[in-house]
């Protein structure tokens, strides 16, 4: 008993530290690529969306956990997306109420983070058999990982599209009498695709991984 | 004739201009993984247009034919993700039953489609783009599916060639995928002028 006991903060830690690099959702597992490339035009959207998918993910990992022994298995993810579902819609009314405007700029991928597999991965690979500490730490190491993946990459398509980060404008523009030249094609569907598929390169670089 | 019009207008705008997987960016995730062989993709491909016409149509007639007249918009995502999921699991059983060899062919793509974000996304961009009549919501559904095979369709025909290039070691596999995707979204946005 004491034995386990000690290790649990090592275990804890492990869990937390597993979501940001060894078991990044987007970088290393490929998991929830629609709204990583939809939303990362710009850093504040980008933000919001993972804030949205840190509080669903938190909610319905606990959901999950206290509910794991009542499972059955034909009827698991059909149980899982009704209660993704619900924190959806919670995450969506509270954005309309206080951002309505970040509501209208992410549209309809706020609902998308139903059927986001990272939520549904979680709640499979770990909320679903271990308990509730250790779903929540999941959670929220999943969560931050995904949503750091995020505003990198939405600051590398922010700065090369408008030459601003966080709407704070960092190189100064041609039409102004500075240098920096905008790159229209970095805010459209292309530059998502080639700065998402360099970055996952440069991953395999960082790890040595072969394939 | 304006309603053929109208028709025909929204089929080509959502296969083309609208195209799910280049400009919206939904159902990446069956698009990185089975994009490999092209008859994988080409039955991928069709189960999704099925389930997304099913689904698409059902949605709007639940949407605005209960919900709205209710009042009771705010478990709209609720009851779509049901109905996604009850109409995949109909089109199984239905399968398994009538056409057990089309069954075999499809495997786990068939319940896999129920977290494709294809379908679900195409249900709330009816919504979000207004539409009015039940017929122009089943043709966009139908042609969102035309939309999602071609372009898989397409990527697998490149990926099998690609297998023979020389690919840098760290851009192999999923990189190289999403590179190729990015140029290939660039030629679809030569589209967007065609529709006003």
Same mark, same amino acid.
């Given at each position: #008993?004491?034995?386990?006991?000690?290790?649990?903060?090592?275990?804890?830690?492990?869990?937390?530290?597993?979501?940001?690099? @060894?078991?990044?959702?987007?970088?290393?597992?490929?998991?929830? #690529?629609?709204?990583?490339?939809?939303?990362?035009?710009?850093? !504040?959207?980008?933000?919001?969306?993972?804030?949205?998918?840190?509080?669903?993910?938190?909610?319905?990992?606990?959901?999950?956990?206290?509910?794991?022994?009542?499972?059955?298995?034909?009827?698991?993810?059909?149980?899982?997306?009704?209660?993704?579902?619900?924190?959806?819609?919670?995450? &969506?009314?509270?954005? !309309?109420?206080?951002?309505?405007?970040?509501?209208?700029?992410?549209?309809?991928?706020?609902?998308?983070?139903?059927?986001?597999?990272?939520?549904?991965?979680?709640?499979?690979?770990?909320?679903?058999?271990?308990?509730?500490?250790?779903?929540?730490? &999941?959670?929220?190491?999943?969560?931050?990982?995904?949503?750091?993946?995020?505003?990198?990459?939405?600051?590398? @398509?922010?700065?090369?599209?408008?030459?601003?980060?966080?709407?704070?404008?960092?190189?100064?523009?041609?039409? &102004?009498?500075?240098?920096?030249?905008?790159?229209?094609?970095?805010?459209?569907?292309?530059?998502?695709?080639?700065?998402?598929?360099?970055?996952?390169?440069?991953?395999?670089?960082?790890?040595?991984?072969?394939? | 004739?304006? =309603?053929?019009?109208?028709?025909?207008?929204?089929?080509? +705008?959502?296969?083309? $201009?609208?195209?799910?997987?280049? =400009?919206?960016?939904?159902?990446? %995730?069956?698009?990185?993984?089975?994009?490999?062989?092209?008859?994988?993709?080409?039955?991928?491909?069709?189960?999704?247009?099925?389930?997304?016409?099913? +689904?698409?149509?059902? =949605? /709007?007639?639940?949407?605005? /034919?209960?919900?709205?007249?209710?009042?009771?918009?705010?478990?709209?995502?609720?009851?779509? $993700?049901?109905? $996604?999921?009850?109409?995949?699991?109909?089109?199984?059983?239905?399968?398994?039953?009538?056409?057990?060899?089309?069954?075999?062919?499809?495997?786990?793509?068939?319940?896999?489609?129920?977290?494709?974000? *294809?379908?679900?996304?195409?249900?709330?961009?009816?919504?979000? /783009?207004?539409?009015?009549?039940?017929?122009?919501?089943?043709?966009?559904?139908?042609?969102?599916?035309?939309?999602?095979?071609?372009?898989? %369709?397409?990527?697998?025909?490149?990926?099998?060639?690609?297998?023979?290039?020389?690919?840098?070691?760290?851009?192999?596999?999923?990189?190289? =995928?999403? $590179?190729?995707?990015?140029?290939? +979204?660039?030629?679809?946005?030569?589209? *967007?002028?065609?529709?006003?």
């Amino acid at each position: #008993m004491s034995n386990s006991r000690q290790a649990k903060p090592a275990l804890y830690s492990q869990t937390l530290l597993a979501g940001l690099w @060894r078991e990044n959702p987007t970088l290393r597992l490929l998991l929830g #690529m629609c709204p990583t490339l939809a939303v990362t035009a710009a850093v !504040k959207p980008a933000l919001t969306m993972g804030c949205c998918v840190i509080f669903v993910l938190v909610c319905s990992n606990i959901i999950v956990s206290l509910m794991r022994d009542l499972l059955k298995p034909h009827v698991r993810i059909l149980m899982f997306t009704l209660t993704i579902a619900t924190f959806v819609t919670i995450a &969506d009314l509270i954005l !309309k109420a206080f951002q309505p405007e970040m509501s209208e700029t992410l549209g309809p991928y706020v609902p998308l983070i139903i059927v986001n597999c990272i939520i549904i991965c979680r709640a499979e690979a770990c909320a679903s058999k271990n308990g509730l500490v250790i779903s929540i730490i &999941d959670a929220v190491g999943m969560g931050v990982g995904f949503t750091l993946t995020l505003c990198v990459l939405a600051s590398i @398509r922010e700065l090369l599209a408008t030459g601003a980060v966080f709407e704070i404008q960092v190189l100064p523009l041609a039409r &102004d009498g500075g240098w920096f030249v905008q790159w229209a094609a970095m805010g459209m569907p292309v530059g998502a695709f080639i700065t998402l598929g360099l970055m996952l390169g440069l991953v395999n670089i960082v790890t040595g991984k072969k394939t | 004739m304006d =309603t053929l019009n109208i028709l025909l207008m929204g089929f080509i +705008s959502v296969v083309l $201009i609208n195209n799910l997987v280049f =400009t919206k960016f939904l159902g990446i %995730c069956p698009y990185l993984g089975v994009s490999g062989r092209i008859d994988m993709a080409f039955g991928m491909g069709m189960a999704v247009t099925f389930v997304v016409t099913l +689904s698409g149509t059902l =949605t /709007w007639m639940i949407d605005h /034919w209960v919900l709205m007249k209710l009042g009771l918009e705010v478990t709209r995502y609720v009851c779509f $993700i049901l109905v $996604i999921a009850g109409a995949v699991q109909l089109v199984e059983m239905y399968m398994r039953k009538f056409f057990p060899s089309l069954y075999d062919s499809f495997g786990i793509f068939l319940p896999l489609i129920t977290t494709n974000c *294809a379908i679900l996304g195409l249900c709330l961009f009816l919504t979000l /783009w207004g539409i009015e009549s039940l017929l122009d919501a089943a043709v966009r559904s139908f042609g969102a599916g035309i939309g999602f095979t071609m372009a898989i %369709c397409i990527m697998a025909g490149i990926r099998e060639n690609l297998n023979l290039a020389d690919v840098p070691a760290c851009l192999q596999g999923a990189p190289i =995928t999403l $590179i190729t995707a990015g140029l290939l +979204s660039l030629a679809f946005m030569g589209f *967007a002028g065609m529709i006003r």
